[in-house]
């Protein structure tokens, strides 16, 4: 003769089912590498020091790195910074040195930015040399990620590209 499953049998049989498919539907999180604006505050800069356009980065063991970019582009802190395609450098806990790929403008003229620096501990400031000058900046406009901008505004209504000043008319 048979016996009739008991109630609770049968809730315990449909719980097991249900977490047995509820589990095997989840995967784990695919872990990968950081992105560049995640690994910046790891060595103790901000994560706004690179444009919004990274395409790859590379980072070796002794701390030289690549960053490519979608294109070359400016971004304007308290001073317009310039950004080409490939940048290149030595990243360390709070400094990125032999820098490659970055200028600054000042009084109409391009500078590399050969190192760029944070004091340990952290505090308000960061250091950008520009051959023998260190010139001092507010980190907190590093702190987001910036759009880049192919071309940048300049006082007076006129367009700057690189070098070349392309007046706009109205």
Not at 51 to 77: H, T
């Amino acid at each position: 003769m048979a016996t009739n499953p008991k109630p609770h049998h049968l809730l315990l049989l449909l719980l097991l089912s249900f977490s047995n498919l509820s589990l095997s539907s989840i995967s784990p999180p695919s872990v990968g590498p950081p992105s560049v604006y995640e690994l910046l505050p790891k060595f103790g800069l901000p994560s706004g020091l690179l444009p919004d356009s990274v395409k790859s980065y590379s980072l070796a063991e002794d701390g030289s790195f690549v960053v490519e970019l979608q294109k070359n582009c400016y971004i304007q802190f308290d001073y317009l910074v310039y950004y080409e395609k490939k940048i290149t450098g030595m990243l360390k806990y709070g400094s990125i040195s032999n820098l490659r790929g970055i200028q600054v403008q000042r009084f109409f003229l391009w500078f590399d930015v050969d190192e760029i620096k944070v004091d340990l501990p952290p505090s308000d400031s960061i250091y950008f040399q520009v051959g023998f000058i260190n010139k001092k900046l507010d980190v907190d406009q590093f702190k987001t990620v910036h759009s880049c901008s192919k071309k940048v505004l300049v006082p007076g209504g006129r367009l700057w590209n690189r070098g070349v000043e392309v007046l706009m008319f109205d």
